[in-house]
C-alpha cells in the first residue's frame, strides 16, 4: 500500500506527545462511534435479579467484570467498596467497576439495616435472586456483569475506576431490554447467549449516547475515547482489520507525527498499535471461521493476511489451535449446546 508522504501535523523531526491535544468524547465524528459500538463485543456473565425488602441490606464482593445496576421500582442506596452510598430511585442506570464490591439498602423500616444471608440467594438455570421469601420487595433491581470489549485485549470498561451514573426514563425501555434479557437466560433456548448479549448491547448504546447529550460527559474518563485523534486511528482499525494498515497510514489518519502516534497509542492501550491490529484481526478470522463457509485462505486474505502460513501462525497463537481446528471445535460446541 502507497504511504503517505506527510502527515499533516509536518514531517515529525524531534516532535512529542506534548503537541497532541485530547478532545472530548463528545466531539468525535458520528462515523467514528459508529464504527465502534457496531464492533463492541458483549459476552454477558452473570445477571442478578436484586429483591430487596425494606430494612434490608445486600452485599456482594468482589467480582471480575463490570456490572449494569438498573433500578426497577423502589427507592434506597447503594455504595461500592466501602465508600459513601448514593440514592436509588427508579430507572437510575449505574455501571460498577470491576472488583468493586457493592451494596444495596431498601428504604421505608426504622432501625439498622438486616442483612440478607446467602442461604436467601437462589438460582434459577442462568439467574441469581436475592431476597427475603415472603417479603415484599421495596427495591428491584436488575444486576448484569458483562465484559465489553475489541478483540481479546481492548475492553472498553475494564479500566474504569469509578461508577457511571446515568438517570433514563420509562420512555426508554430499558427495563424491558434487562427484563427479556432474564427470561432468554430462564428460557434456555437456541441461541440464548446470542440474543442476552445482544439485548446488553442495546443498553449500553443506548447508555452512550445518553452520555453524549449529558452535562457530565462520563465517556471522558475512558482513554480509548478521550483522544479524537487516537480514536480515529483506532476506529478504522475495528472498523477495517484486514485493510493494509501501517503505522504511517495510522499515524497519517490521526494527524499525527509517526513518533507522535506510537507514543499516544502505546500510553492508551498499553501497546503498540500493530500488536492491536493483530488481536483485531484474529478476532475478525474467529468471526469469519464460525460463521461462514470460507476457505481458510480465504478467511485469511480478509484478515489482512496475504501469507496463509504467516496466518496459520499468528491464529494458533491467540487460540492455541489452528484455524482448521478452530472452526471445528467450535461448530461442535454448538451442536453440543444449542446455543
Given at each position: 500500500?502507497q504511504?503517505?508522504?506527510?502527515s ?12 497532541i ?8 465524528a ?9 464492533a463492541?463485543?458483549?459476552e ?10 425494606s ?17 426497577i ?11 459513601p452510598?448514593?440514592p436509588l ?44 421469601p ?6 428491584i ?5 458483562f ?21 433514563f ?11 427479556e ?17 445482544t439485548?446488553l448491547k ?16 462520563w ?9 479524537r485523534?487516537?480514536t480515529?486511528?483506532?476506529?478504522d482499525?475495528?472498523?477495517r ?17 509517526r513518533s ?25 478470522a474467529a ?8 476457505p481458510?485462505?480465504?478467511v485469511?486474505?480478509h484478515?489482512?493476511?496475504?501469507s ?5 501462525r499468528?491464529?494458533?497463537?491467540a ?7 478452530y ?13
Amino acid at each position: 500500500m502507497q504511504k503517505p508522504t506527510q502527515s499533516p501535523t509536518g514531517s515529525g523531526q524531534g516532535e512529542g506527545t506534548e503537541s497532541i491535544i485530547p478532545v472530548s468524547a463528545s466531539a468525535l465524528a458520528a462515523a467514528d462511534l459508529n464504527s465502534l459500538m457496531r464492533a463492541l463485543e458483549i459476552e454477558v456473565v452473570a445477571l442478578t435479579e436484586m429483591l430487596i425488602p425494606s430494612g434490608y441490606r445486600a452485599e456482594m464482593g468482589r467480582f471480575d467484570a463490570p456490572a449494569i445496576h438498573y433500578t426497577i421500582s423502589g427507592t434506597g442506596r447503594i455504595s461500592f467498596g466501602g465508600g459513601p452510598s448514593m440514592p436509588l430511585e427508579p430507572h437510575l442506570l449505574v455501571i460498577k467497576p470491576p472488583n468493586t464490591p457493592f451494596a444495596i439498602e431498601a428504604d421505608g423500616a426504622s432501625g439498622p439495616m438486616r442483612l440478607i444471608s446467602h442461604d436467601c440467594w437462589k438460582r434459577h438455570e442462568g439467574v441469581l435472586r436475592i431476597g427475603i421469601p415472603n417479603e415484599q420487595s421495596e427495591v428491584i433491581q436488575i444486576c448484569g456483569f458483562f465484559n465489553a470489549s475489541f478483540g481479546q485485549s481492548v475492553g472498553l470498561f475494564r479500566e474504569l475506576r469509578e461508577p457511571v451514573v446515568e438517570k433514563f426514563e420509562p420512555m426508554d425501555k430499558i427495563d424491558l431490554k434487562l427484563r427479556e434479557a432474564i427470561a432468554e437466560l430462564c428460557a434456555q433456548e437456541i441461541a440464548m447467549g446470542a440474543m442476552t448479549a445482544t439485548l446488553l448491547k442495546q443498553v449500553i448504546i443506548a447508555l452512550v449516547r445518553r452520555s453524549m447529550k449529558s452535562s457530565c460527559n462520563w465517556t471522558d474518563r475512558f482513554s480509548i475515547l478521550a483522544d479524537r485523534q487516537i480514536t480515529r486511528a483506532f476506529a478504522d482499525m475495528v472498523a477495517r482489520p484486514g485493510a493494509a494498515h501501517t503505522v504511517e497510514t495510522l499515524a497519517y489518519s490521526a494527524s499525527l507525527s509517526r513518533s507522535a502516534f506510537m507514543a499516544r497509542f502505546t500510553q492508551i492501550f498499553g501497546r503498540p498499535p500493530m500488536t492491536v491490529l493483530r488481536d483485531l484481526r484474529m478476532r475478525q478470522a474467529a468471526l469469519d471461521l464460525t460463521t461462514t463457509s470460507a476457505p481458510v485462505d480465504v478467511v485469511a486474505y480478509h484478515a489482512g493476511y496475504e501469507s496463509l502460513s504467516s496466518f496459520v501462525r499468528a491464529f494458533r497463537k491467540a487460540y492455541n489451535v489452528g484455524p482448521s481446528e478452530y472452526r471445528l471445535r467450535e461448530k461442535n460446541e454448538e451442536s453440543r449446546t444449542g446455543a
